[in-house]
């Protein structure tokens, strides 16, 4: 198991330096993410394309938005532009086998990074937050603040990914120990913030009296905020996130967040392609365990001002 305080040296900062020499003498590197829209997922890509071009690749950033079809068309043109690796968030834990199959066979080594897929033995690597005890940590922080008793909804992530209902059981495990902690409802907002103020206001309008929001990741809990604040509720409604976003720190500076649980992203999207370079030049994995798993940090009030880039925590 990873730990990404003992990696973050290593780590990249999206956006805050750019490196020298950017030949493209060992090949192309393409990195195919989810969304840039999303800070998170921005972050993996800048990351994973400054390394790479440390290294002496060229890299190349795309997105699926979700999309399989469009996945597997970014798949096809990595194939035509005889990429060297690929790095790939997958778009779905069983509709991106396809795609990551057709890549293997066209002899591309694959590495996953932030999401699984449902089948082994196929990419090299599967880099991924260890989303369980990220889950843990959270719950518990949540159910310390509010006092072990109280009335809650849940926001839910995308169905599709694996990630999703990880930490929505996480949280459960946690929670259930607390006969007096109850759940009122939950839905799916897609790590959306648009859609996380929509279903948090279709919720309130069924449950107005609520002492807490718990959420798998931070867009959907942002957008949650922004429902509470409108109404006037937000000082007595509890908020915890997942992700350790830009804006979900700014949030907890504004006392408007308890706490985030961050993901190490800058970790393994640089570790990502440190092992693709690794398995390039050697033929052979760098890691011998096709998933690594790497540990989350929670932030809290206390520690918020060790935030020092985007996903990054200093001691």
């Known amino acids: 198991m990873f730990n ?45 394309r400054e390394t790479a071009e440390e290294l002496g690749y060229e890299a190349n950033v795309a997105a699926h938005k979700g999309d399989t079809n469009a996945e597997s068309r970014l798949i096809d043109t990595a194939i035509t532009n005889d990429s060297v690796a690929i790095i790939l968030d997958p778009a779905n834990a069983d509709g991106s086998i396809g795609a990551v199959r057709k890549a293997v066979d066209a002899g591309i ?44 909804v849940e926001l839910f992530g995308n169905p599709a990914d694996n990630n999703a209902a990880t930490r929505s059981n996480g949280y459960e495990t946690v929670i259930s120990q607390y006969p007096d902690v109850n759940r009122l409802a939950m839905e799916v ?49 509890l908020v915890g996130g997942f992700d350790g976003s830009p804006d979900a720190v700014e949030a907890i500076k504004a006392g408007e967040m308890a706490y985030t649980v961050l993901q190490p992203v800058a970790v393994f999207a640089e570790e990502a392609v440190i092992q693709a370079d690794y398995y390039i030049k050697n033929g052979e994995p760098m890691v011998a365990d096709e998933k690594q798993l790497f540990d989350c940090i929670l932030i809290t009030a206390d520690n918020v001002d060790q935030y020092t880039a985007p996903f990054v925590l200093s001691n």
Do not use: C
């Open 4 to 48: 990404p305080l003992k990696h973050l040296g290593r780590a990249v900062l999206a956006g805050s330096m750019l490196f020298a020499g950017t030949a493209s003498a060992e090949g192309l590197i393409s990195i195919i993410i989810t969304d840039p829209s999303n800070p998170y997922w921005f972050t993996e890509g800048e990351v994973a």
């Open 109 to 152: 080594p694959v590495f996953l990074v932030n999401a699984e897929i449902n089948e082994s033995g196929l990419a090299v690597a599967q880099l991924v937050s260890n989303n369980a005890q990220g889950a843990a940590i959270g719950a518990m922080e949540w159910v310390d603040l509010l006092g072990g008793s109280g009335d809650y």
């Open 189 to 237: 907002a897609n790590w959306d913030r648009t859609q996380g103020y929509n279903k948090m206001a279709a919720m309130l309008q069924a449950n107005p009296d609520i002492d807490a929001v718990i959420s798998g990741n931070d867009e959907m809990a942002l957008g949650a905020i922004a429902v509470l604040k409108e109404r006037g509720m937000l000082d007595d409604v």
